[in-house]
């Protein structure tokens, strides 16, 4: 499934709706973790991470993984220097007010699985 | 851990200067430098926990200071409530004399709501040095909780704990862009001294600290 779709259908707000060639990628692989530490040793290339970590070094760390994309929840937003940064790496961000648990579960409900890089 | 017992703990260990660093408070730092009336020199500070988890401690010029921060940061923390009290125990606030002159009332264990740049700006704010706590710790440190180290925030320095760990990133530790301390990081009195800086200046204050950081005038971070 890719991601345009996955937004529309978790219902998530997406903070880089410039990136449109990078939201047609599909994702099958997920990660959940709010310590970057453990997203740089462990996200698997193209996966979707699921965070309420906003810190800039998201986007250092996400793209050093190869990430597909990233799902802030829980309400969280980055800072605007947050969202340039991901433009510039190209890395598709989005935004959901649910907990991070209701994010995974609905992403795995979509085939989305987990597994350490 | 009362004033006296932590002056008595420093002097066993033979140090010169400890900085006291309480979670998320600086309430406890007069009582502390009034109980050992210069030896060991104390220095006033906070450790905080930022929006993202991560320690900094702040280094300030004197008690006020500290206190000025410490304000802030708690009013950005949760209310202590006698739940918390029942699981994380009393957060006391002593006198130089070991009393308990008041309580804590906010939640000292918890993130505050200031995240890594507004905790160091803060700390700048009030003439304080901002150092990232234990970074060679898995827990609460910034490698651990950002990843790669945030230059943009605008550490001091940074500090290595007792425990030095050999953590996944210790290639990072090699190659930091700024002065490394060490501090023992004690949560218990048997602690305290574990791990110490050697520094070489005229006396110690934040002031000259802050020379001996920027190696000036022959002050300077001994290894």
């Known amino acids: ?117 | 851990m009362t004033p006296g017992a932590i002056v008595s703990a420093a002097r066993a260990r033979g140090l010169d200067w400890l900085a006291l660093c309480d979670h998320n408070s600086a309430r406890n730092a007069a009582a502390v430098a009034e109980a050992a009336a210069g030896n060991p020199a104390v220095t006033a500070g906070i450790e905080i926990t930022t929006a993202e988890e991560v320690h900094v401690l702040g280094l300030f010029p004197d008690p006020q200071a500290a206190s000025a921060a410490g304000a802030e940061v708690g009013r950005t923390l949760p209310p202590n409530t006698p739940e918390a009290v029942r699981r994380f125990g009393e957060q006391h606030v002593l006198a130089a004399d070991g009393r308990t002159a008041g309580r804590e009332e906010r939640m000292l264990c918890a993130a505050s709501m200031l995240d890594l740049s507004a905790a160091v700006a803060l700390i700048h704010r009030c003439g304080g040095l901002a150092v990232a706590a234990h970074v060679d710790r898995p827990s609460f440190s910034v490698f651990a909780q950002l990843g790669v180290y945030p230059a943009a925030a605008g550490f001091d320095a940074v500090e290595i704990s007792a425990a030095n760990a050999s953590p996944p990133w210790a290639a990072q530790l090699r190659a930091l862009p700024v002065p490394v301390l060490r501090g023992s990081d004690a949560h218990f009195l048997s602690a305290i001294g574990d791990a110490a800086t050697r520094l070489r200046l005229e006396q110690p204050t934040l002031a000259e600290l802050r020379l001996a950081l920027a190696g000036y005038e022959g002050r300077a971070v001994l290894r």
């Open chain 1, 1 to 117: 499934v890719n991601l345009r779709r996955l937004g529309e259908k978790l219902g998530l707000l997406v903070l880089t709706p410039e990136l449109d060639r990078e939201l047609e990628r599909d994702v099958v692989v997920g990660h959940v973790s709010d310590m970057l530490s453990d997203v740089l040793a462990h996200a698997p290339a193209g996966a979707v991470l699921v965070t309420i970590q906003v810190h800039l070094n998201v986007i250092a760390v996400g793209s050093h993984a190869g990430l597909a994309a990233v799902v802030f929840a829980a309400g969280r937003r980055p800072e605007e220097d947050v969202r340039r940064k991901a433009l510039e790496e190209r890395l598709v961000l989005f935004a959901s007010p649910e907990p991070a648990f209701e994010v995974v579960g609905r992403l795995y409900a979509f085939g989305v699985k987990g597994r350490h890089a």
